[in-house]
């Protein structure tokens, strides 16, 4: 069996017509790109909302990495935020406050094209 036509644990990328990994592959897509099509492919099957979460957090850190991240950023995603959770118990963690938005950490490394990151000394 090729480890293409496997998965460990769970059946969420199994029954895709192509699983995210190998779209990503074959798309040279970096691994910020690749996580946050992962986690909005699955959140049916997988986690659900926190799975999107999890998406715009990687999609906040594309953001960060590709453009200078401004206070209209921050304000977008407050109010994306703000907008989901008026009638729940409260926002996901790590998406309570635009502070915690702007503390974000850089991740050239996670969002650079495979091909295009140096090896590791």
Request: hydrophobic content about 35%; aromatic content about 4%; charged content about 20%.
């Amino acid at each position: 069996m090729k480890a293409s036509e496997a998965q460990v644990g769970g059946k969420h990328y199994k029954q895709l017509a192509i699983q995210p990994m190998q779209y990503s592959m074959a798309n040279n897509l970096d691994a910020c790109q690749h996580t946050a099509i992962k986690y909005v492919t699955r959140h049916r099957e997988g986690a659900g909302k926190k799975d999107l979460y999890k998406a715009l957090h990687c999609i906040m850190l594309l953001i960060e990495d590709s453009y200078e991240w401004t206070a209209e950023d921050t304000a977008i995603v407050a109010a994306i935020v703000d907008a989901s959770t008026q009638n729940a118990a409260g926002p996901p963690r790590g998406l309570t406050s635009p502070a915690t938005v702007t503390a974000a950490a850089p991740c050239r490394r996670l969002c650079t094209p495979t091909s295009q990151i140096p090896p590791d000394r």
